[in-house]
């Protein structure tokens, strides 16, 4: 059996421009990839509200797990609302938050709890708490 020792990265002959190639998509996939899954349960006549402040863009994926309709919404710095795809019981709908905007999931039951599963991808440091309707 023969062992192959390599002492240096210009031992291995592989052109500089292909580890650059490789360097740069590496950098590249990991900042883009960072995605977060979580299920959170609203109570009723609450708002789950999902990136407050300053932050970088991203996307979610909302799946309304419950039996209660949720109105969606986005709130920038500035406080101007823009209101999204209501989502009705077990739907599914993805949007692209832009950055400094926050994603506002008003449960509209006045007795229900709401269910939701969340997949985020890109900006995952984001500051989440519940507010009254």
């Given at each position: 059996m023969k062992l192959l020792f390599v002492n240096s990265i210009h031992d291995m002959k592989i052109p500089s421009n292909y580890l650059?190639?490789?360097?740069?998509?590496?950098?590249?996939n990991s900042q883009s990839?960072?995605?977060?899954?979580s299920t959170s349960v609203i109570e009723p006549e609450r708002t789950f509200v999902l990136g407050?402040?300053?932050?970088?863009?991203?996307k979610i994926k909302v799946t309304n797990e419950g039996t209660s309709d949720l109105e969606l919404f986005t709130t920038d710095n500035a406080g101007n609302v823009k209101l999204l795809t209501p989502v009705?019981?077990?739907?599914?709908?993805?949007?692209?938050?832009?950055?400094n905007t926050s994603l506002n999931l008003k449960n509209l039951?006045?007795?229900?709890k709401a269910k939701v599963n969340l997949k985020i991808k890109g900006e995952t440091n984001l500051k989440m708490e519940y507010k009254n309707n």
């Open positions: 650059i190639y490789l360097l740069l998509l590496f950098m590249l990839c960072k995605i977060t899954k407050e402040g300053n932050h970088d863009d991203f009705k019981p077990k739907q599914t709908c993805k949007h692209k938050i832009e950055e039951s006045p007795t229900e």
